[in-house]
């Protein structure tokens, strides 16, 4: 890995399915560490439809648009494109970690992996979809460029958890490798390491001959993607992320078959364990909770702190729904323009959570937004309804239209 100073010593994602849920629902839990004076922002989306050609600017690298993209929430450091976790209008929910393999991290500037946890949620109306979508970027871009803002690079790989009503998958990824299973029902938790053994329901064409090109796996017995990947000098971050995976398998199992959205957010408040971190160089900087029941009558609804330590943070929820208007202007590449850390000008404590993005020039409405605005809004907007990420009431939701096939 690139670079000094302080690592994150946690970033854990749970997801439980029936029968360990007390209700038919699945539900999704992450806890995002990050640096300790980073903004992290929660933002929503509308959907919204593009014109063949159109190109997206994400975080470092410009692709190609896909022709819709859905509604979705985001929680995201508030300099880059990207987001650390997130849910769409179709009931996904993505959240990523860091890891570091044999493949080599590179500093040029590609897709960040929080980057694909957006795209993913924009593209993607199931998690089978999202993640397809997150594997052909993947695949054609690749993945790299600093994670934090400040000078010295910090640069990884990425693990995914997704979910949606019926079904979960864990995304595990080096370089442009990599390889997914299938959640079907039960409990399951992932924690800045590879964790996916001989169990794989999907992987990259050319996975298994990488491995054995590289020596790592001799072609002889069951292919384990976390053996054949894993570093075999562990770096002690991956070795207190094995402690915390642990303790959060046990606490899923100490709850299976009980588990409510009050648990998973008494799981991320867990300092104990480490799952809940305050540290001089890291903090957990938000939290999420995310109840997607099997009734698709219900809706799905979203808890984010948007503050800093869910050990002091009230989770809000948020809802998607109706065609609520956007309040502010989308991305404009302000990583070379101007920084977004707390610093002096916010508070130490939860100075972040849903603030404006600063409106590009002559920006468009786009599914519900007003004149002049653009396509993305802090969720604390009002309007009346349900209780948004960050305080006050707004209306949530966004356009309606059929779902984009593939990666765009």
């Given at each position: 890995?690139?670079?000094?100073?302080?690592?994150?010593?946690?970033?854990?994602?749970?997801?439980?399915?029936?029968?360990?849920?007390?209700?038919?629902?699945v539900?999704?839990?992450?806890?995002?560490?990050?640096p300790?004076?980073?903004?992290?922002?929660?933002?929503?989306?509308?959907?919204?439809?593009?014109?063949?050609?159109?190109?997206?600017?994400?975080?470092?690298?410009?692709?190609?648009?896909?022709?819709?993209?859905?509604?979705?929430?985001l929680?995201?450091?508030?300099?880059?494109?990207?987001?650390?976790?997130?849910?769409?209008?179709?009931?996904?929910?993505?959240?990523n970690?860091?890891?570091?393999?044999?493949?080599?991290?590179?500093?040029?500037?590609?897709?960040?992996?929080m980057?694909?946890?957006?795209?993913?949620?924009?593209r993607?109306?199931?998690?089978?979809?999202?993640?397809?979508?997150?594997?052909?970027?993947?695949?054609?871009?690749?993945?790299?460029?600093?994670?934090?803002?400040?000078?010295?690079?910090?640069?990884?790989?990425?693990?995914?958890?997704?979910?949606?009503?019926?079904?979960?998958?864990?995304?595990?990824?080096?370089?442009?490798?990599?390889?997914?299973?299938?959640?079907?029902?039960?409990?399951?938790?992932?924690?800045?390491?590879?964790?996916?053994?001989?169990?794989?329901?999907?992987?990259?064409?050319?996975?298994?001959?990488?491995?054995?090109?590289?020596?790592?796996?001799?072609?002889?017995?069951?292919?384990?993607?976390?053996?054949?990947?894993?570093?075999?000098?562990?770096?002690?971050?991956?070795?207190?992320?094995?402690?915390?995976y642990?303790?959060?398998?046990?606490?899923?199992?100490?709850?299976?078959?009980?588990?409510?959205?009050?648990?998973?957010?008494?799981?991320?408040?867990?300092?104990?364990s480490?799952?809940?971190?305050?540290?001089?160089?890291?903090?957990?900087?938000?939290?999420?909770?995310?109840?997607?029941?099997?009734?698709?009558?219900?809706?799905?609804?979203?808890?984010?702190?948007?503050?800093?330590?869910?050990s002091?943070?009230?989770?809000?929820?948020?809802?998607?729904?109706?065609?609520?208007?956007?309040?502010?202007?989308?991305?404009?590449?302000q990583?070379?323009?101007r920084?977004?850390?707390?610093?002096?000008?916010?508070?130490?404590?939860?100075?972040?959570?849903a603030?404006?993005?600063?409106?590009a020039?002559?920006?468009?409405?786009a599914?519900?937004?007003?004149?002049?605005?653009?396509?993305?809004?802090?969720?604390?907007?009002?309007?009346?309804?349900e209780?948004?990420p960050?305080?006050?009431?707004?209306?949530?939701?966004?356009?309606?239209?059929?779902?984009?096939?593939?990666?765009?």
């Amino acid at each position: 890995m690139a670079g000094k100073g302080p690592v994150p010593s946690s970033c854990d994602c749970f997801v439980a399915l029936p029968p360990h849920t007390a209700a038919p629902a699945v539900i999704f839990g992450k806890n995002a560490d990050r640096p300790r004076h980073e903004v992290q922002e929660i933002v929503y989306v509308p959907a919204a439809t593009h014109r063949p050609g159109d190109r997206v600017q994400c975080t470092y690298l410009e692709i190609e648009q896909a022709p819709r993209t859905h509604a979705v929430v985001l929680s995201r450091p508030a300099w880059l494109w990207g987001a650390e976790m997130g849910a769409n209008e179709h009931g996904v929910c993505v959240g990523n970690e860091g890891v570091w393999t044999r493949e080599p991290v590179g500093e040029d500037e590609a897709l960040l992996g929080m980057d694909l946890v957006r795209l993913g949620l924009e593209r993607g109306s199931s998690a089978r979809e999202a993640l397809e979508v997150i594997t052909a970027l993947l695949e054609r871009h690749g993945q790299g460029g600093s994670c934090k803002e400040e000078p010295v690079p910090f640069v990884y790989h990425n693990t995914f958890l997704l979910a949606d009503r019926s079904e979960a998958w864990v995304l595990e990824t080096a370089g442009r490798y990599w390889a997914a299973q299938q959640i079907r029902e039960g409990s399951r938790n992932i924690s800045n390491q590879l964790s996916i053994g001989t169990d794989i329901t999907a992987e990259h064409a050319e996975l298994r001959q990488r491995a054995r090109s590289q020596g790592w796996w001799s072609g002889a017995g069951e292919f384990s993607f976390a053996d054949a990947f894993s570093l075999e000098q562990q770096p002690p971050r991956m070795e207190a992320a094995k402690a915390r995976y642990r303790a959060g398998k046990e606490l899923l199992r100490q709850h299976a078959g009980h588990i409510t959205a009050e648990t998973f957010m008494a799981i991320l408040r867990d300092k104990a364990s480490g799952i809940c971190v305050d540290s001089e160089g890291f903090r957990t900087a938000g939290s999420m909770v995310s109840v997607l029941p099997r009734d698709p009558a219900v809706p799905c609804v979203h808890f984010f702190t948007a503050t800093p330590d869910p050990s002091r943070s009230v989770f809000k929820p948020f809802v998607f729904r109706g065609r609520p208007e956007a309040l502010a202007a989308g991305f404009v590449s302000q990583l070379q323009r101007r920084p977004r850390q707390e610093g002096a000008a916010l508070p130490e404590h939860g100075g972040s959570a849903a603030r404006a993005v600063p409106p590009a020039p002559g920006g468009a409405g786009a599914d519900g937004a007003g004149p002049g605005a653009g396509p993305e809004a802090p969720a604390d907007a009002a309007g009346p309804g349900e209780a948004g990420p960050g305080g006050g009431e707004r209306a949530a939701g966004g356009g309606r239209g059929p779902p984009p096939r593939g990666a765009g």
